[in-house]
C-alpha cells in the first residue's frame, strides 16, 4: 500500500503538507494502530495480504467511478452490473467447455465477454445519460434493477456456479502469487497507475474536471462534453468488467447476492478520498486509500469483540464520517475564510 | 315472439349462471402466496412449491392451486386482495413476507371464510391462522450443537459465522449456545457472515488471521459454509481435522456428505420444501376424512451419509 500512496501523491513531491491530501492517509493509519493495538495479528503478512486482495474489488471499481463523479455523473449500477457480469461469463464459459475444454482458451473467452459486456453497459449509461438526457441518476438507477433482475433470472432465482474443472485453471487468477503479492493486488495497482495518469496527465482527465466543475463552459470551450461523459461511464464499465474477472475465480460462483451495496462502497471510497461529490475535482490517490480505508473498517471489525454485532453498521458510519471530516481539513480555516 | 325470445334469453343466461355457481363449487379454489425468489433458498421454495402444484393438481382433478409470488410486503398484500376479489379462493397457503404488515391482509382474507395455512415466518397476532407449518429455527441450532459436542472435547475451540441479524438468527444462536453451555468447548468468537458467500468467506479469513487453533466452525448456513470452505482451502488449513456445519439442505451440499466429504460431514435441514408440505396438509383439509388443523413443526434432522438421499432433489436450484 505505501507504494501506492508514494505514486498518487504528487503533492509531497512539492513539499508542501496538505492536510487535505494527507487526511485519508491519517484515518488509514490510525485505523491500522487500533488494528494492531487490538491484536497483533493485524500486521501479520496473511492479514495484510488478504486486506489488500480484498480492497481490489471496491478500489479497481471505485478509480473508475472517480472519473464519473469527477465529471458530475454517478453510477448507481456497478454493483449489479458486477453481478450480472459475472454470471453472464459463467454460462459462457460452462458452455464453452464442450468445445474449448476446461484451459486457459475457456478462461481467456469469458474474460474476454466480461470486458466486452462491461463496455457495453458502460456506454449504454453514458449515451443515455448524454444523448438521452436522462439524469445520470436515474438512468443508473433504472439499469440497476435491469441487471439485478436478469442475474437472479439467468440464476433461476438460485446460485451460477462455474464448473470445477474450469476452476482449477481459473482459481490462481485471485489465488495466485507474482512476486509476494497476490495477483488481484496487481491489477488493482495496475488500474490504479492507468487511472492516475489518465487523470492528472492527459486532456481527458482535465477535460472531466472541467466538465464537473462547469458544463456550460466546458460545452463553450469546445470541449466534447457528451463525448467524455459517455466516455467516463465506459471506463466505469471497463473497471466493473476488470473487477468481475478477478472476483469469480474466488468462489465460482454468482447470484442475486453478489455485489450488493458495491455502488454505494465505490461511491463512499471516492468520497473519502477527497473528490467532490458534485464534480469538478477528482483525486485517483485518495479513492484508493478510500478503498483501502473502507475494507480496513470490517477486517478490524472482524477483529474484535468488544462492539456488539448489531452495531457494526454504526461504527463503519462513523469512521466514515470521521475519515471525511479529517480529509475535509480546514477546521477552523473555514469559517474565517467565509467571514 | 318477442317475448319469446326475451324469456329464451333469460332462460339461457339464468342456466348459464348456475352452471357457474355448480362449477365453482364443485372446484376447490387454493391461492399460494410467497416471496419472489431472489436468494437460493427462496428459489428452491418457489421450485416445491411448482411440483407440489403439479403433483396435486394430477391427483385431484377438482383442486386448483394457484401461485403468486411477490417483491414486496405491499405486493403480497396486494396479491392476496386479487386472489379474494378475483379468484374467489376457498384456501390461503401464505409465506409472509413480514409478520406485521401482512397481519391485516391475512385476516381480511380469514373475514371471506377461506381456510387459512401459515407458513414458516408466523403473523403477529395469534389465532388467524387454522394451520401452521414451519421449519424448527431453535432445534436447528441445538441439533448442531449437539452434533458438534459429539465430536469435539472440553478445551477445543470454535468459531460461529451467524446470519443476518434477525430473529431467526437469533433463535438458532441462543439454542446452540444453551446447549453448548458447561461443555468446556470454547466459543472464540461469532460474527455475522449474513447468510452469503463472500461474507463467510471474509469473515472466516479473518477469524482464521486471528486464531491459530481453531477446531470447528459452526456456519449455520450452507451459503456461509461454502465461503469457509474457501478461506480454510487458501489458508492451508482445511487438512488439520477442522470441520464445518452448515445448515438449509442445499442439493450440492447434501451431495458431497453423500460422497462422504470429511470437511462438512453432515448438514441441518431447515427445508425449502416445507410450502408443500403446507399445500399437502391444506389440501388434505379438503380431503382427508380426519382433521388437519394444527402446528406442523419440521424436524432440523441432522443429514448424513446414511440419510442423505432421501434429501436430494437434484433438479432443484437450491
Given at each position: 500500500m505505501s507504494e501506492v500512496t508514494a505514486e498518487t501523491t504528487p503533492k509531497n513531491k512539492r513539499m508542501r503538507f496538505d492536510i487535505k491530501t494527507a487526511g485519508p492517509a491519517i484515518a488509514l493509519f490510525l485505523l491500522c494502530i487500533i488494528g494492531f493495538l487490538l491484536?497483533?495479528?493485524?500486521?501479520?503478512e496473511g492479514n495484510l495480504t488478504n486486506l489488500l486482495t480484498r480492497s481490489a474489488f471496491i478500489g479497481i471499481i471505485a478509480v473508475g467511478a472517480t472519473f464519473v463523479i469527477t465529471a458530475g455523473g454517478i453510477d448507481l449500477s456497478v454493483g449489479s452490473m458486477a453481478a450480472a457480469i459475472a454470471g453472464v461469463m459463467i454460462i459462457i464459459m460452462n458452455a464453452a467447455m464442450e468445445t474449448l475444454g476446461p484451459g486457459l482458451a475457456t478462461v481467456l473467452l469469458g474474460g474476454g465477454c466480461s470486458i466486452l459486456l462491461g463496455l457495453g453497459a458502460g456506454w449504454i449509461n453514458g449515451v443515455l445519460t448524454t444523448k438521452g438526457k436522462i439524469e445520470a441518476f436515474i438512468v443508473t438507477l433504472g439499469t440497476m434493477g435491469i441487471y439485478r433482475s436478469l442475474v437472479t433470472y439467468f440464476a433461476d432465482g438460485g446460485t451460477l456456479s462455474l464448473d470445477f474443472a474450469i476452476r482449477g485453471t481459473y482459481r490462481p487468477v485471485y489465488y495466485g502469487s507474482v512476486l509476494g503479492l497476490p495477483a488481484p493486488v496487481w491489477v488493482f495497482i495496475a488500474v490504479s497507475i492507468c487511472g492516475w495518469l489518465l487523470m492528472n496527465r492527459t486532456a481527458f482527465g482535465r477535460y472531466c474536471t472541467a466538465i464537473g466543475s462547469n458544463e456550460s463552459v466546458a460545452r463553450y470551450s469546445a470541449i466534447k462534453v457528451d463525448r467524455i461523459k459517455t466516455m467516463t461511464y465506459v471506463i466505469q464499465g471497463l473497471c466493473v468488467s476488470l473487477a468481475t474477472i478477478i472476483y469469480v475465480p474466488r468462489l465460482g460462483s454468482a447470484s442475486a447476492?453478489?455485489?450488493?451495496m458495491w455502488e454505494l462502497e465505490a461511491i463512499a471510497a471516492v468520497i473519502i478520498g477527497g473528490t467532490v461529490l458534485k464534480g469538478g475535482y477528482g483525486r485517483i490517490g485518495g479513492t484508493i486509500l478510500g478503498a483501502l480505508i473502507l475494507t480496513t473498517i470490517g477486517n478490524i471489525l472482524n477483529f474484535t469483540d468488544l462492539i456488539s454485532n448489531y452495531l457494526n453498521g454504526t461504527m463503519q458510519g462513523l469512521i466514515i464520517i470521521i475519515a471525511v471530516w479529517l480529509q475535509r481539513g480546514d477546521w477552523g480555516k473555514a469559517k474565517a475564510s467565509k467571514s | 315472439m318477442k317475448t319469446l325470445k326475451s324469456l329464451s334469453a333469460l332462460a339461457l343466461t339464468g342456466a348459464l349462471a348456475l352452471s357457474a355457481a355448480a362449477l365453482s363449487a364443485e372446484t376447490i379454489k387454493i391461492g399460494v402466496s410467497y416471496p419472489t425468489p431472489t436468494h437460493a433458498w427462496a428459489a428452491g421454495m418457489n421450485w416445491h412449491a411448482e411440483q407440489a402444484e403439479k403433483r396435486l393438481e394430477a391427483l385431484y382433478p377438482d383442486i386448483d392451486l394457484i401461485l403468486i409470488n411477490s417483491p414486496d410486503p405491499n405486493a403480497q398484500a396486494s396479491a392476496l386482495e386479487d386472489l379474494v376479489s378475483v379468484h374467489k379462493i376457498d384456501a390461503l397457503v401464505v409465506l409472509p413476507f413480514e409478520s406485521e404488515p401482512l397481519t391485516d391482509p391475512v385476516l381480511n382474507v380469514k373475514k371471506t371464510g377461506a381456510l387459512i395455512t401459515v407458513v414458516d415466518r408466523g403473523l403477529s397476532q395469534p389465532g388467524i391462522e387454522d394451520i401452521y407449518v414451519a421449519g424448527n429455527n431453535p432445534e436447528l441450532g441445538r441439533v448442531s450443537a449437539v452434533y458438534m459436542k459429539g465430536r469435539l472435547t472440553s478445551g477445543d475451540n470454535i468459531v460461529v459465522l451467524r446470519g443476518i441479524p434477525t430473529i431467526i438468527d437469533n433463535e438458532r444462536f441462543d439454542a446452540f449456545m444453551a446447549e453448548m453451555e458447561g461443555t468446556g468447548i470454547n466459543i472464540l468468537d461469532h460474527k455475522h457472515a449474513n447468510w452469503n458467500r463472500d461474507d463467510g468467506f471474509e469473515v472466516m479469513q479473518d477469524f482464521l488471521s486471528r486464531f491459530p487453533d481453531i477446531d470447528a466452525v459452526w456456519a449455520q448456513d450452507d451459503d456461509i459454509a461454502i465461503g469457509v470452505v474457501a478461506a480454510l482451502k487458501q489458508a492451508g488449513r482445511d487438512g488439520d481435522g477442522m470441520f464445518v456445519v452448515g445448515g438449509a439442505g442445499m442439493k450440492e451440499t447434501i451431495k458431497s456428505i453423500m460422497d462422504g466429504?470429511?470437511?462438512?460431514p453432515v448438514d441441518v435441514l431447515y427445508p425449502p420444501s416445507m410450502i408443500a408440505t403446507a399445500m399437502d396438509v391444506t389440501v388434505a383439509a379438503f380431503k382427508s376424512n380426519g382433521p388437519v388443523a394444527g402446528r406442523y413443526i419440521l424436524g432440523a434432522t441432522l443429514i448424513t451419509p446414511e440419510n442423505a438421499a432421501s434429501f436430494y432433489f437434484p433438479d432443484s436450484p437450491f
Open positions: 491484536n497483533p495479528a493485524f500486521l501479520s447476492s453478489t455485489g450488493v | 466429504d470429511t470437511l462438512v
